[in-house]
């Protein structure tokens, strides 16, 4: 029986505290924040589940084996450091760290301990995105030529961070897990209309395999839009994520590029065939996510979305920071 501990209990601490009590093999047994109210809402939410404001009781808890950190991002290095110390595996919310330098510090810190990291890309374990990762793998979109995702609403305004770094993480971490190239260099424009962050920016990824991928982040769309396409070489695929039913299609649709002696160097020519909508696992994603960091804490096995997978991503967003501080210029990854 693996034993959780979970530091903060806000926005989405509930549902992370509400899967791990219902994973197997795992049992929650202390809720730590320093917000008495947040307390009160988790002593009625898990009645039998110990609470303490005093994060001492949780993190260095003999009883506890794993601690999952749903706090803002600020707070996660000393936090997951201080977890790792004391011989906790750690489940860490979105982004990993607030640089690479601190994300590079915990993996080094959690291999030597022999203790997991797991970073809470959700997303990855959507019906959704696991489709596409078997369409991709599959061979049944071919060459992946382009990865476009626009995730816009009204709100909800981060005061810590900007655009790119509180909605940008699930779009970099789906494309990191489905495109298998690497990514080499950013351009990212963006704009501040009211504080230090930004709230509307524009992200470009370039990757060594001639892939490239755009995502469009913003806080002040009046409408919320969350829909990627991917371009393949055999199949198109449209990934609509507010729709209810049919959240993604595929489309037999592209060019066919003939190379020609003479009059034109290129004829192309369009194919237009059938779309098929596959059927989607409904699961929650959160509950197979909870579930594969405590099989894989159980095991031994190395978690999907480990703490390389939380680096690349921060490296990612530490780039498109910089590029929009140099008003879009080109920043190559390390």
Avoid at 285 to 300: K, N
Avoid at 301 to 322: F, H, I, S, T
């Amino acid at each position: 029986m693996i034993r959780v501990g979970i530091v903060g209990y806000g926005y989405w601490g509930p549902n992370v505290a509400r899967n791990f009590h219902s994973a197997e093999g795992c049992r929650v047994v202390r809720i730590c924040d320093g917000n008495p109210d947040a307390i009160a809402r988790a002593g009625k939410a898990l009645p039998g589940v110990e609470t303490t404001t005093r994060l001492s009781e949780l993190i260095e808890a003999p009883d506890i084996d794993a601690v999952a950190i749903v706090t803002p991002v600020s707070t996660h290095f000393d936090l997951a450091k201080r977890a790792l110390e004391n011989g906790k595996h750690v489940f860490l919310e979105k982004p990993f760290t607030a640089t690479s330098v601190q994300a590079l510090e915990l993996i080094e810190l959690a291999e030597r301990k022999n203790l997991k990291i797991m970073v809470d890309h959700t997303f990855l374990f959507t019906g959704a995105v696991r489709k596409i990762k078997q369409l991709v793998d599959d061979g049944v979109m071919g060459q992946i030529y382009y990865y476009d995702s626009t995730r816009v609403n009204l709100g909800l305004f981060q005061h810590d961070v900007n655009v790119i770094w509180d909605l940008a993480p699930h779009d970099i971490a789906i494309m990191d897990h489905v495109i298998a190239g690497k990514p080499e260099a950013i351009v990212a424009t963006g704009k501040n209309h009211f504080s230090e962050y930004e709230y509307v920016a524009y992200v470009t990824i370039y990757f060594a395999n001639n892939v490239i991928a755009h995502l469009n982040v913003n806080w002040l769309s009046p409408v919320k839009v969350r829909t990627t396409l991917i371009g393949g070489e055999k199949k198109m695929l449209v990934w609509n994520d507010l729709e209810s039913d049919e959240k993604i299609k595929v489309y037999d649709k592209g060019v066919e590029i003939e190379n020609r002696q003479g009059v034109y160097d290129l004829l192309v020519s369009y194919r237009s065939g059938d779309m098929f909508s596959p059927r989607l696992e409904q699961t929650e994603a959160l509950r197979l996510e909870t579930q594969h960091f405590i099989d894989c804490v159980r095991t031994g096995a190395k978690p999907l979305n480990d703490g390389w997978a939380g680096y690349r991503v921060v490296n990612m967003l530490e780039a498109a920071d910089k590029s929009i501080k140099k008003k879009g210029e080109l920043v190559c990854l390390s």
